[in-house]
């Protein structure tokens, strides 16, 4: 994978003449390389089956994906948030409200399939929207604004489910879900790949369509690189610090929807945590919380290299609070070379 | 929700309708309190003292640590559903969202508003021990439910054994399940929590009456389904051969149930879980549904905690220290009977 050369790459190749001889075209591509490490540890270290490796198994390989999936849709909205400098808290807890009221819809409502993923996706969207809203409006951090969220989402979550999760069933009549939402649930192309895992795929793709080709992109990099300069260049600061946060929260709406499909059930607790996740994917990708440099790419490869890490460990069988420290230097690391490559600018 | 927010009328009116109570526990007028408590007589003998019989009103404070486990969720429910049928009791619930010292105040704004009992179930015993004590030594009559606090400043303790219950889990799995041997993977509950130790230790206790049964795989799904579906794919993908999933709670089991029928395994293995909460997305339903083999009850305490208040409270009896609740074993055979026995909706 080869990203275009972002504005914000252009714009760090410009700077200073370099003290250090790496190369800043490294440092773009160490999430891509760190993957490739990952990848190549992964096979190293798989347990055999009958002469094969577990790990290169494509079902495996698809579950990967599939486990990924929802990690990954929320942490293509969280690139482009914190590309303007701010940051998502509210994504886990939007998650787990789409998935409580998805179900609910479905279930308690009777509400066909097309009309909740439209409703879900709608709240979704005018919970970041407003977010957005509130953050650029108000001038209250956005860190603050989507913590306050999270709260609220949650608490939506439970009221509407009443604390407990509302389970699926499939089947005609009321009470029942159409059987349609089952296949977010289920595999395609002769029950080999998972649903989940082809939107995961579709989102991304037009994440890195969209980064490479439209305005909206170039003015995401330059309210996050200068914002005063953005602003005075004519860029509507407002207007894209409500998108980027709407954007944000329909894919986290979206992860949710899937989430209550795969796990067959809505509960307003999931998600939790799922904000850390998504965020270390994009820290992972190369992205800089200050804003203004990094790539949806990195964040893709970022979050492929976290699922991987989670499948080889628990191949592996090793000890879950080894787990920890292993994931968490790994993050250390990835935002240690950030602030590195930061400083010689 | 309105049975969460604090009550204005129950502490007037406790207070109005039993004379006796006035100087023993209604704080509400003078809420140093030290000063309510004249007689300086302990918990255990006040409430006795303190008895008005069958013509009193009572209210009750129950301070949970964390409604978002449906399990806690679920004891609170069953705290308002039997008091419900209790004419004289009145019911204020806190919850303390994991957090200690939210917990203290939470019981310190009880007895300012004058309870008459308490029902805690502590978060932590530590941190917990001496509010407890004090309300104990105020002449309050207090119930501690499910976690112990450090100190025998309370009236009666209620709560199941792990260990018990993790015993009848491996000894179910040891007769019924596999007397002729065979492979168990074990998912288990949030590292370091005691129910995750008692309820494993207790496993490999109950299957050691037979030696050809051994665990071949252990995963760590935090009590979380999502993990547990994960962490189940990747021990179906580094083992041919499994026989019996054995997850630490029920929504883990269903986890491991949605994974193995994604890989097309379902039919070859057994899984059997731990809670039997008689709720939609309860291990009940999973049984009657026939995804999982069994589960074993634990109960909440929640109903045998108002039984015990109306012995203090209207029947001025005094009461076992302790009070050990079974497990059950929940097979196809009693799943629906129970389900329904257990006030399931």
Not at chain 2, 115 to 144: F, H, K, Q
Request: hydrophobic share 50%.
């Amino acid at each position: 994978m080869t990203t275009a050369a972002t504005p914000a790459a252009e714009q760090s190749e410009a700077g200073r003449p370099r003290r250090f001889q790496i190369p800043e075209r490294f440092f773009r591509l160490q999430s891509y390389v760190a993957l490739v490490l990952v990848f190549l540890a992964a096979i190293a270290v798989s347990p055999r089956r009958g002469g094969d490796l577990v790990f290169l198994n494509s079902e495996n390989l698809l579950n990967i994906v599939r486990a990924t999936s929802e990690i990954g849709i929320i942490a293509v909205g969280m690139t482009f948030v914190i590309l303007i400098g701010g940051i998502d808290l509210s994504v886990g807890a939007i998650l787990g409200l789409s998935a409580t009221g998805a179900a609910s819809l479905l279930m308690v409502s009777d509400v066909g399939v097309v009309p909740t993923v439209i409703v879900i996706l709608g709240l979704g969207l005018a919970f970041g929207a407003a977010q957005g809203l509130i953050s650029a409006r108000l001038g209250i951090q956005s860190f603050i604004v989507t913590l306050a969220g999270l709260q609220i989402a949650r608490g939506l979550a439970r009221i509407w489910s009443g604390g407990q999760g509302v389970p699926l069933a499939y089947g005609d009549g009321p009470g029942l879900a159409p059987e349609t939402f089952a296949l977010l649930n289920s595999r395609t192309f002769n029950g080999t790949v998972p649903i989940p895992a082809l939107i995961f795929l579709a989102v991304a793709v037009i994440a890195l369509v969209v980064v490479r080709n439209s305005v909206f992109a170039r003015h995401v990099y330059a309210v996050g690189g200068n914002e005063r300069a953005a602003r005075l260049s004519g860029v509507r600061v407002t207007r894209i610090k409500v998108a980027v946060f709407a954007l944000s929260g329909f894919l986290a709406a979206l992860a949710g929807i899937i989430h209550a499909g795969q796990l067959n059930q809505g509960s307003p607790n999931d998600g939790s945590g799922y904000e850390l996740d998504a965020i270390a994917a994009v820290v992972i990708g190369g992205t800089s919380l200050m804003g203004g440099v990094g790539t949806v790419a990195g964040t893709l490869a970022g979050a492929l290299l976290l699922g991987i890490l989670n499948n080889i460990l628990a191949l592996n069988n090793i000890d879950a609070n080894v787990q920890l420290l292993i994931k968490g230097a790994i993050i250390i690391v990835a935002a240690g070379i950030q602030a590195f490559r930061s400083q010689r600018r | 929700m309105t049975r969460r927010n604090g009550h204005a009328a129950g502490p007037v009116l406790a207070c109005a309708a039993s004379a006796a109570l006035v100087l023993a526990a209604c704080g509400t007028e003078s809420d140093a309190p030290g000063v309510a408590d004249t007689t300086g007589a302990t918990g255990g003998d006040a409430a006795a003292a303190s008895c008005a019989g069958a013509d009193g009103e009572y209210l009750i404070g129950m301070s949970q640590a964390n409604v978002a486990e449906p399990y806690r969720q679920q004891m609170d429910d069953d705290i308002a559903a039997a008091a419900a049928e209790v004419d004289q009791f009145e019911v204020v619930f806190a919850d303390a969202a994991q957090d200690n010292s939210k917990q203290v105040s939470d019981v310190e704004n009880f007895l300012s508003q004058g309870i008459d009992l308490l029902i805690i179930s502590p978060n932590e015993a530590a941190p917990l021990t001496a509010i407890v004590e004090r309300a104990y030594d105020e002449g309050i009559p207090v119930i501690v439910l499910d976690r112990k606090i450090e100190s025998d400043s309370y009236t009666q303790f209620i709560g199941a054994n792990n260990l018990e219950i993790g015993r009848a889990a491996g000894e179910y799995v040891a007769t019924e399940l596999l007397p002729d041997g065979g492979t168990v993977a074990e998912l288990k509950g949030l590292p370091g929590s005691t129910p995750a130790q008692e309820r494993a230790d207790g496993f490999r206790e109950g299957i050691a009456s037979n030696a050809n049964i051994e665990i071949v795989a252990e995963g760590v799904g935090d009590w979380l389904r999502d993990l547990g579906q994960s962490q189940a794919e990747a021990i179906l993908q580094a083992n041919d051969d499994i026989d019996v999933f054995y997850a630490h709670n029920d929504p883990m089991a269903e986890g491991a149930y949605l994974a193995a029928t994604a890989a097309g395994r379902e039919g070859e293995i057994s899984f059997i879980g731990i809670d039997a909460l008689p709720i939609p997305s309860g291990g009940i339903k999973a049984v009657e549904e026939g995804r999982l083999s069994a589960t074993f009850v634990y109960p909440t305490g929640g109903r045998e905690a108002i039984a015990t208040a109306e012995e203090i409270l209207v029947e001025c009896a005094d009461v076992d220290k302790e009070q050990v609740l079974e497990t059950q074993l929940v097979t196809q055979e009693n799943a629906a009977d129970l389900y329904a026995e257990l006030g399931g909706q």
